[in-house]
């Protein structure tokens, strides 16, 4: 096992495109770190400059002691899983399981326990003599799994492993993942666009926009105190709202409606961030003009329209509703940010 250090790592492809921008961060030994942001952030480039799959233009990637720029993927010590499996459709689950082992010359009873022991933590010991064509999705994704931790590497990574299973099998091969790596004790960097799944797996998550991280940390406390609106928008489902708002002689509007009191700023437009779970019926702040409602079982999200402006509510599944809610928010709820920058001003 070891940590893993980015160092201003960055990546620049002909023509001059910027997928990674001088990305660093520290990834401790034992640590599950989950890479998150939108399609074309540069989660999976950083991933794959880890694993030696992509030449680094600039910087420094350490695992353990040993810098790792110049080393072949085989020689990293790490072990990767990706999105589509990745199996040999003409060998066993068996086959599949001992083939890298088999291919650096390790011992046959060393490769017997391996498989053994692979196979007993990803209760997959029923179908080592089957092809991968007799198997679930579920269970294809434990053989790639189990692959991987044959190898008993410093390192796993994990590319999307979730993306082509539904949802509901998502969520317990998350659950079967994150309790894998907390009893193998292994550094793993996980990839993902789905902030829900990052949010549950992460010991240490790392929101990337644009080739740039804009946020590390732990899951709650970005969830917490987003660094920017970014952050804010994207981390949280619902999304946080983002409101046109201003200070003016310490008092918080948004519209001609007065927020909150005694705010220690000076005066001036602000972007206003309320997490649709923070805001309370009744009370002096937003009037809503009701749009339409998403009934979830557990909880209602009600749309509504604020002087234009759109303002998401979760209320109980059983909360009375008319065409107009009054809804306020307590003053250590709401978030403050640059609307020019973006970032947070009470930081």
Known sequence: MAGISIDRVSKVYAGGVSAVREVSVDIPDGAFAVLVGPSGCGKSTLLRMIAGLEAITSGDVTIGARRVNDLDPADRD??????NYALYPHMSVRENLSYGLRNRKTPKDEIARRVQAAADI?????????????????????????????REPAAFLFDEPLSNLDAKLRVQMRAEIKQLQRRLGTTSIYVTHDQQEAMTMADKLIVLNGGVIEQEGEALDIYRRPATTFVAAFIGSPPMNLIDARV??????????????????????????????????????????VDFVEEMGAERLVHGLHEGQKVIVTLPPDYPLGERLRVTAPGDRLHLFDPATGRRLDA
């Open 248 to 289: 003016a002689g310490g008092r918080l509007l948004v519209g001609s409606a007065v927020v909150a009191d005694g705010v220690g700023m000076a005066d001036g437009a602000v972007t206003l961030g309320i997490r649709p779970e923070d805001l309370e019926p009744g009370g002096g702040g937003l009037d809503l003009t």
């Open 78 to 83: 790490i072990a990767m899983v990706f999105q």
């Open 122 to 150: 990803l209760q997959i010991g029923p179908f080592l003599d089957r092809k991968p064509r007799a198997l679930s999705g579920g269970q294809r994704q434990r053989v790639a799994m189990g692959r991987a931790i044959v």
